[in-house]
Structure formats: C-alpha cells, structure tokens
C-alpha cells in the first residue's frame, strides 16, 4: 500500500523507523528487530538507507521483511554521494522487489565533500523528479521544524520545502523536535505557505544521557528546560533514565495528538523495549 492511502482519511497513524545493520552477518539480528516491532501493528515502517560502506540491498532487504510481516514498507534513498546511475539501480531494485514508497533525501554533507561532476544530485527535489521518471511510487520528503542548518531563515526553508512538495512529495516527515510548540508553529506557517500534504511528526525517545548530544547535532533542535531537568535527575541511572525517556515521548505525542496532528513517527534506533511501551501508552489513543 502507498503511504498516501494511509495517511489521506487523516486517521492516527503511528510509524517506526529502524535502520540495516552495517554487516551482512547482523541482518538476521535486525530482521528480529522488524518481527518484534510489527506486532505492536504500526502503520507503516521505514528503514534507513544502509549505513556507513554497506550495500543498498541491506536496505531492501530490511524493508522486504517489513513486507513479510504485513507492515508497509517506506525505503529511505540518500542521493549525495551516489551517482545518477547508483540512484536508478536501486529505484529500480525497490520496484523489482515491490517496494511502493521512498523517502527522498539528499543526505548530510561529508567533511571536504566536492560534487565531482554533473551525475551527482545536488539537492533532494532533482532526486525526487529521478525517481518519478523511473516508476510509480509514493515519494515522501523531510523537513526541519526548527529550519534546516543550511536555510538563512525559516521563510527561506519554508520556501524550499513548498518547492519540494510541488516537485512530487506526497508527504513530509520532520526531523526530531522536543518542544512540540516548535512544530505545531512550523506546521502552521507550512499551511500558511499553502503546502497541504500530510506532516508526519518525528519523535525520538531519548533514553540515554549521552544520546541528547548527538540528537542535538542531526537535528539542530532545542531542547526544552523540562527535558534537561529529567536529564539531571535521572541521566545517571541507566533504568530511570529509559523509563523517563519513553514516558516524555509518549506525553509529546499526547500532546500532539490533542493539537490535532494525527501522524507520528517514532525514531526507534532499533529498540523494540522502547516502542512497545510506547505503544501500551496510546492504545486506547490510536484506536479511538
């Protein structure tokens, strides 16, 4: 099924995210990964694309064992550093192996990082017209409620993001934010700017200390003052700080329910222990 069928009678959805494993000896590991989050039912599932030096196929692999546990798969495709030609080889192994949606991202920057020549993409948009001269897929985007690190300002990133829409993108899904406040803002300025596709909203549950860092980094976004005190008083214990984690998540997505955002995509950094809680917590929510 497209993720456009899912998400057009804007009923609550709720997605997962899981990423390949950088060996082809861990895929067995991550397929359990894959069996043990489909049976909280989420709407769809998306997987990376690879990791760092692996193959694509590890990426198609993970999304035809989505498939095979009756979950919609939604295929990542980074176009940076591929050329043209890589692009259309795995554009076409998706659709080989029936895989309908893609997740169109240029993907970040490497450090020293010069586009060699012309067979290169440069921006997400050109991946997405690529994609839609190949074959009929349902083609999703991101977006950054908190402005993408290389946009001067938020009207300049809005302004990008329409651009990208009108190019193809059925649908967007943000980039991690903790301050619902920032998204709902974000969400009503993209309205404003007249994109009418669905925002799916990206939560992370962050349940480890050292995980906000980094979080911070990827995403470029604030954290609020509640989250930093949960930090201080339970980042040092490995248990409290998981608990308090999942508990912060599923209060955002509450919350963002109850503002009238229907669509969710948790970040599961493979962690069935972590979404499956989470989804104890909305059950009554989600089949409302």
């Known amino acids: 099924m497209k993720i456009s069928e899912i998400l057009k009678n804007n009923q609550v959805t709720v997605s997962f995210e899981v990423f390949p494993p950088k060996q082809w000896d861990k895929i067995e590991q991550t397929k359990e990964v894959v069996r043990k989050m489909s049976k909280a039912e989420p709407s769809f599932m998306s997987v990376t694309y690879g990791a760092a030096g692996t193959r694509s196929g590890f990426t198609t692999e993970i999304a035809n064992e989505i498939k095979d546990c009756g979950i919609t798969p939604l295929s990542h495709l980074t176009c940076l550093t591929s050329t043209k030609h890589k692009v259309d080889e795995v554009v076409n192994e998706l659709s080989e192996n029936g895989i309908e949606n893609i997740l169109a ?60 829409v009108e190019c193809g993108a059925e649908f967007l899904t943000s980039q991690m934010f903790f301050d619902n406040e920032k998204f709902l803002d974000f969400r009503e300025k993209c309205l404003a700017a007249g994109i009418n596709v669905p925002i799916i ?68 950094m493979n962690k069935p222990e972590v979404s499956e809680p989470i989804m104890r917590g909305l059950s009554d929510i989600i089949n409302k």
């Open 201 to 268: 909203a990206g939560i992370m549950p962050i349940t480890n200390a050292n995980q906000i860092k980094r979080s911070i980094e990827l995403s470029n976004s604030s954290v609020p003052k509640k989250f930093f005190r949960i930090m201080e008083r339970f980042g040092d214990d490995a248990k409290s700080m998981k608990q308090a984690g999942v508990v912060y998540a599923t209060e955002q997505i509450i919350d963002l329910m109850a503002n009238g955002v229907n669509n969710i995509h948790i970040y599961t």
């Open 105 to 164: 991202l240029r993907g970040d920057i490497p450090e020293s990082f010069v586009f060699p020549d012309k067979q290169y993409f440069r921006y997400a948009y050109e991946l997405i017209n690529e994609i839609k001269e190949i074959g009929d897929f349902c083609i999703g985007g991101a977006c950054y409620p908190e402005v993408h690190p290389e946009s001067k300002n938020q009207k300049e990133d809005i302004e990008r993001l329409k651009f990208k």
